[in-house]
């Protein structure tokens, strides 16, 4: 398995998941998962930096109860490895990857997405900040950026500016057959 995090970065993660506000994204995305499960009969959930499971509590907040829930993040080994699933969520996490390790995690996201992926990105600053002075998002690049990286992996089946902070967007992929 190629590296997708360097101890260092692990260690400012964890420092930064101790703060209740990081990570809740999840929770305003949850609505359009619930929907893309229940129009595609979705039963299993892959949760690719899953942080606190807060896409889990989302879900369930949307009528989602009976789904097989597979969180995966490094800063949380009890999760496990990350294992694939009919849909892979992968909800503003890009974002936050080490530059250079960039290219493993779309990898790594490819090799769990049999079928169905909903990821998205956030293009602009964080309001949070590391413990070494860094802007808690690593990458600020626009979608013209990264839609050349996702396409290398996934044909694009929906794309959506985000609608909650205009900074960043969604998209709906399938692994490129």
Not at 53 to 66: M, R
Not at 118 to 130: E, N
Request: negative net charge; hydrophobic residues 40%.
């Amino acid at each position: 398995m190629n590296q997708t995090i360097s101890d260092e970065y692990l260690e400012l993660q964890k420092e930064l998941h101790k703060n209740p506000g990081y990570g809740v994204a999840s929770l305003s995305f949850a609505p359009l998962v619930a929907e893309l499960i229940n129009k595609c009969q979705i039963k299993s959930v892959s949760d690719y930096g899953a942080g606190k499971k807060n896409l889990l509590k989302g879900l369930e907040l949307n009528g989602i109860s009976e789904i097989n829930y597979q969180p995966y993040d490094p800063v949380f080994p009890e999760y496990g490895k990350p294992l694939p699933a009919e849909l892979v969520c992968c909800i503003d996490v890009l974002e936050h990857i080490e530059p250079n390790l960039v290219e493993n995690v779309i990898l790594d996201l490819a090799k769990i997405t049999p079928h169905l992926g909903f990821f998205s990105i956030h293009t602009g600053p964080a309001q949070k900040i590391l413990a070494d002075g860094r802007n808690a998002h690593l990458i600020q690049k626009s979608s013209s950026w990264w839609l050349p990286k996702l396409c290398e992996h996934f044909d694009i089946i929906q794309l959506q500016n985000h609608q909650f902070s205009g900074q960043g967007f969604w998209i709906v992929v399938k692994k490129k057959d």
